[in-house]
């Protein structure tokens, strides 16, 4: 089974940091994926993480550690559009090839 | 220019009844996947297509029905609709069904209300 888990709700400030964390037990691994989500919109491509480590793009982070089967997002110098939902997703390999199974996203607010 | 494009963008029927949602890719991928994301967010994968052949099908009643004229188009019928089908549908496309990053892109979705 796949079972992706990341808190439901997060809050901070304009110009602050925030990390949304993402811990999945899933019975096969093919990279991890960050989407998010603004209110009523499309999913949209954040980052993308196989191999251990950060990758960085700009105010945004992602990191990955299979071994734990954890990774976070990191978002620095918040502005007020960044108020989103972050989704979690894993890809899938050998019978869940090409499956992307998600987490229920984590709301942020961004406060002024 | 749409990359990813679904109709209709909001659909609003009473139970029993039989709907179509369109969807279509101008971004050439081979890929193209259902999502169904219901009231509390959660979006969960219900069929995906490679090149008009269907690769993914997740337990899904079979009151709905996928189909792919070609690669750039999958659309989704659903027959006697039922309360719990009520959710936002999007529509995804990938350049294939495996391998190295493969991203995929998300239609606007389209949110089915059933009364």
């Known amino acids: 089974g796949q079972n992706i888990d990341q808190p439901t709700e997060m809050t901070a400030t304009e110009g602050a940091i925030v990390q949304i964390n993402c811990t999945y037990q899933t019975s096969g691994f093919n990279g991890l994926f960050w989407y998010q989500q603004h209110a009523g919109e499309a999913p949209t491509f954040l980052s993308y993480n196989v191999l251990d480590g950060l990758e960085e793009k700009g105010r945004f982070s992602s990191f990955l550690s299979r071994s734990k089967g954890y990774s976070y997002l990191l978002l620095k110098e918040l502005q007020m559009k960044d108020s989103a939902s972050y989704l979690c997703a894993v890809k899938g390999r050998g019978s869940t090839l090409g499956r992307l199974y998600f987490g229920r996203g984590t709301q942020l607010t961004v406060w002024p | ?115």
Not at chain 2, 1 to 25: F, H, R, W
């Open chain 2, 1 to 115: 220019d749409t990359a990813v494009s679904q109709t209709p963008k909001y659909l609003v029927t009473q139970m029993g009844n039989d709907k179509s949602i369109k969807c279509e890719q101008n971004l050439g991928h081979d890929t193209m996947y259902w999502y169904k994301q219901d009231s509390k967010k959660f979006l969960k994968i219900m069929f995906s297509y490679n090149n008009k052949e269907l690769i993914i099908n997740e337990t899904v009643p079979n009151r709905f029905s996928p189909k792919s004229p070609d690669k750039a188009h999958l659309n989704l019928h659903i027959n006697s609709l039922e309360l719990g089908d009520s959710a936002v549908y999007f529509c995804a496309s990938s350049p294939s069904s495996g391998g190295a990053i493969n991203e995929q892109f998300f239609g606007p979705g389209t949110r089915l209300t059933v009364l």
